[in-house]
């Protein structure tokens, strides 16, 4: 498949167990040169980011900047004039939103982006903080996520779709253990999304698009941008929704919180 062959990736890309790698402690390969995306090729690309809820992305932010990524941080949601401003500049977005929506007015801009063939990435999480997630899945798949399931466990690469665990994928590059969330959203995949990952519960917690020229990802457990970030891939899954970047060049990233 040329995908595998983008420049940005690293020889490791598609592999889940990497033999005679290091190992962490749960498992996974132990070294950025494992994870889908080689540092520092992502330069000149911008990720914006609406911080609607107040949360600690340190570590994201880091970790994206390491693959090459410029980072801006919003902690107030803009008029639609200056947000389309931003957008004009910026390779992908991210919104982490509240329990209370406050994207309606700016839904139009947002699908029009995503129909450009940049990437999403939806994230949300146990109720009822997946507001802003609804209203952008329901407006472009027809779908959406709810309830609070307790999480708080490591799964695997699944021998079985539908089981507890996650599939082989480019965006589980050098995976072998991966943490699921504490309490999480389950989501309804419709159509148009495919199960990624499947939590503890055998609940769908991590979904995607590949359709048309048009990526996303969608997910119910956003707690691993901070929480147990050094546990079982966390980081590594971060940094591996890249994959959103590399097809089109440029992408378009939505983590609701």
Same mark, same amino acid.
């Given at each position: ?19 005679g790698a ?17 540092d ?27 693959? $090459?990524?410029t980072?801006?941080? =919003? ?5 639609p *004039? @200056?947000?389309?401003?931003?957008? +004009? #500049? ?20 947002i ?54 665990g ?14 699921e ?8 995949? $419709?159509?148009?999304?495919?199960? =990624? ?5 055998? *609940? @769908?917690?991590?979904?995607?698009h +590949? #359709? ?46």
């Amino acid at each position: 498949m040329p995908d595998w062959k983008v420049q940005e990736y690293s020889r490791f890309a598609g592999q889940q167990q990497i033999h005679g790698a290091f190992k962490d402690t749960w498992g996974n390969a132990k070294g950025n040169e494992y994870d889908l995306i080689r540092d520092n090729t992502m330069k000149g690309r911008e990720v914006l980011i609406l911080r609607l809820y107040h949360c600690n992305l340190n570590l994201t932010e880091a970790a994206l900047k390491k693959k $090459g990524f410029t980072v801006t941080i =919003l902690s107030v949601m803009p008029s639609p *004039n @200056v947000f389309q401003k931003h957008l +004009d #500049k910026a390779s992908q977005l991210w919104i982490i939103s509240s329990s209370i929506s406050y994207l309606k007015p700016h839904l139009e801009m947002i699908k029009e982006f995503f129909n450009k063939g940049r990437g999403l990435y939806i994230l949300g999480d146990n109720h009822p903080v997946y507001a802003d997630a609804n209203l952008v899945m329901q407006e472009l798949f027809g779908v959406s996520m709810a309830g609070n399931v307790r999480g708080d466990t490591n799964v695997q690469l699944t021998p079985k779709l539908g089981n507890a665990g996650f599939r082989k994928h480019l965006i589980t590059t050098g995976v072998e253990t991966l943490y699921e969330g504490i309490t999480i959203a389950t989501i309804d995949t $419709g159509k148009h999304l495919e199960p =990624l990952l499947w939590g503890s519960a055998d *609940n @769908v917690v991590i979904a995607f698009h +590949d #359709k048309d020229k048009k990526r996303a990802i969608v997910d119910g457990g956003f707690t691993r941008l901070y929480y147990k970030w050094d546990a079982a891939g966390s980081a590594r899954f971060v940094k591996n929704c890249s994959w959103l970047a590399c097809k089109f060049r440029s992408w378009f990233l939505i983590l609701v919180w």
